[in-house]
């Protein structure tokens, strides 16, 4: 389908300069007090996984600010709350623990990227300190860090995602509903 497709790093690195000393420098291999206070103000994430076929899926975590419990300066959890059921996360971390996760907070441009080593947990002493409305999750996600970096404000900028004024009118927004509707129609016809 495409005709002139990057086949190497080396083909990749040739058509940009290296990045800045800062850019280049900015990865560090704990929670340190800034990200902590990152994390205590975000009340949304981004949890990519991977399975051992490579197979990747991204899905949205989100709750009050906060939400995510930091133990320590390699460590943190993030409890599951109730979903869809389908565990497309927690499937790939069982054949692959290795996670990406990008920490948002409302009308902030720079994100918070963390990346480590995940692990499913049941540990009632940490799940009961992040209760809601008295009810512990069921499992947490524990994710043993390995990188920490704030990353730039660029993409947020360009999309003027927290720019109401950028924003199409609620009536020319795709639905949702016909969407999904479609979707199960169409597995439906391929089952039979």
């Not at 990749?12 to 290296?18: D, K, V």
């Not at 420098?25 to 076929?53: G, M, Q, W, Y």
């Not at 419990?69 to 390699?74: A, I, M, P, R, T």
């Not at 043993?144 to 730039?152: A, D, I, K, Q, T």
Request: net charge negative; charged share 25%.
């Amino acid at each position: 389908m495409f005709n002139n497709v990057i086949q190497s790093e080396e083909e990749l690195e040739a058509l940009f300069t290296p990045p800045s000393k800062g850019a280049a420098n900015k990865v560090i291999s704990i929670i340190d007090e800034h990200c902590k206070d990152f994390l205590a103000r975000s009340p949304f994430l981004f949890l990519a996984t991977t399975n051992k076929d490579g197979q990747c899926d991204n899905s949205p975590r989100g709750d009050y600010p906060g939400f995510v419990q930091v133990l320590d300066e390699k460590h943190l959890v993030i409890p599951d709350r109730p979903g869809n059921r389908r565990l497309d996360s927690m499937h790939n971390i069982l054949s692959n623990p290795q996670v990406g996760l990008l920490f948002i907070i409302p009308g902030l441009n720079e994100t918070l990227r963390i990346n480590g080593k995940a692990s499913i947990i049941q540990d009632e002493d940490i799940l009961a300190k992040m209760a809601d409305k008295g009810k512990a999750p069921l499992l947490g996600i524990a994710v043993e860090v390995e990188e920490c970096f704030l990353h730039c404000a660029n993409s947020f900028n360009r999309a003027g995602i927290w720019k109401p004024e950028t924003w199409l009118e609620k009536e020319s927004l795709p639905s949702p509903a016909k969407m999904f509707a479609a979707h199960i129609a169409t597995n439906v016809i391929e089952k039979v």
